[in-house]
T-cell receptor, first 116, second 113 residues
């Protein structure tokens, strides 16, 4: 497909387990973003990748969260030892034009994580 | 730091009613401003944007004007349709900054026939 693809679309896990969420951005997009959308809380920035630069991890809420982007394309967000407060929809977005203040983000449909 | 404040929802309207969703912001420099829309079961998509003061962004009958003096970017539509039911997010990207968009909390719009 031509859009941003995320998997899984839904994930239910037990507290304390690790989870991996995958994002496949639009081909050729150099910038990739992860956000978290909690009920009534809007979009919370997590991490930003731009080309080969070091990622901006300033939004990661704890050291249980990490992300990588391999080959400048697919990204994986990993949450270790999940807690109930990690339950949310995790959104990935990519952008063709970065390093400017006018770039449009293209979002995937999100991965809904439920921690029991 | 940057922040975006939107009116709380849900906003419930009848078809053909006039819509306003308020958005105000705090940012360093001269940000670019955006409205994104999330239809049920879909990802967010850009609705419109404005990159400098007094610019008006428009798309699909929606409009928003960049008001620097009031730091606002209110979304308006003259006559809403049932198909406009969605969640609307106001966002900004600060100039000279990290180019990471800051989003508001979103405002849910429900349009009844």
């Amino acid at each position: 497909g031509a859009g941003v693809s995320q998997s899984p679309s839904n994930k239910v896990t037990e507290k304390g387990k690790d989870v991996e969420l995958r994002c496949d951005p639009i081909s050729g997009h150099t910038a990739l973003y992860w956000y978290r959308q909690s009920l009534g809380q809007g979009l919370e920035f997590l991490i930003y990748f731009q080309g080969n630069s070091a990622p901006d991890k300033s939004g990661l809420p704890s050291d249980r969260f990490s992300a990588e982007r391999t080959g400048g394309s697919v990204s994986t967000l990993t949450i270790q030892r999940t807690q109930q407060e990690d339950s949310a929809v995790y959104l990935c977005a990519s952008s063709l034009v970065s390093g400017t203040d006018t770039g449009e983000l293209f979002f995937g449909e999100g991965s809904r994580l439920t921690v029991l | 730091g940057n922040s975006v404040t939107q009116m709380e929802g849900p906003v419930t309207l009848s078809e053909e009613a006039f819509l306003t969703i308020n958005c105000t912001y705090t940012a360093t420099g001269y940000p670019s401003l955006f409205w994104y829309v999330q239809y049920p079961g879909e990802g967010l998509q850009l609705l419109l944007k404005a990159t400098k003061a007094d610019d008006k962004g428009s798309n699909k009958g929606f409009e928003a004007t960049y008001r620097k003096e009031t730091t606002s970017f209110h979304l308006e539509k003259g006559s809403v349709q049932v198909s406009d039911s969605a969640v609307y997010f106001c966002a900004l990207i600060s100039s000279g900054g990290s180019y990471i968009p800051t989003f508001g909390r979103g405002t849910s719009l429900i349009v009844h026939p």
